[in-house]
Nanobody, 122 residues
Framework: QVQLVESGGGLVQAGGSLRLSCAASGRTFSNYAMGWFRQAPGKERELVAGITSGGATNYADSVKGRFTISRDNAKNTVYLQMNSLKPEDTAVYYC????????????????WGHGTQVTVSS
């Protein structure tokens, strides 16, 4: 199993930026697809960005053009750069790992972090 720890959340004004990090340990990080999910109060968890082991990415429509997912296999870390933040981006953000991005897209993960809170004020 892979262990994941997120960091980088916080309070930011609308239009601002944050970068989330997710450090992995326990398995060969480079073999895993990685995803960033978020869950706002009263809403279902959603996958906002995913990256395959080969570096291909995809994004939810709500964040396209504003968020960028990337990975550094030498550091066993995946990042989520969030720009032009909106109040509706407020949520707890989680990273997850799976051997296939298609499984992350179904909400399946071999490992999950504990989450980091992102709050965007208007």
């Amino acid at each position: 199993q892979v262990q994941l720890v997120e960091s980088g959340g916080g309070l930011v004004q609308a239009g601002g930026s944050l970068r989330l990090s997710c450090a992995a340990s326990g398995r060969t990080f480079s073999n895993y697809a990685m995803g960033w999910f978020r869950q706002a109060p009263g809403k279902e968890r959603e996958l906002v960005a995913g990256i395959t082991s080969g570096g291909a990415t995809n994004y939810a429509d709500s964040v396209k053009g504003r968020f960028t997912i990337s990975r550094d296999n030498a550091k066993n870390t995946v990042y989520l750069q969030m720009n032009s933040l909106k109040p509706e981006d407020t949520a707890v953000y989680y990273c997850a790992a799976e051997l296939a991005l298609s499984r992350l897209q179904k909400g399946i993960g071999a490992g999950w972090g504990h989450g980091t809170q992102v709050t965007v004020s208007s």
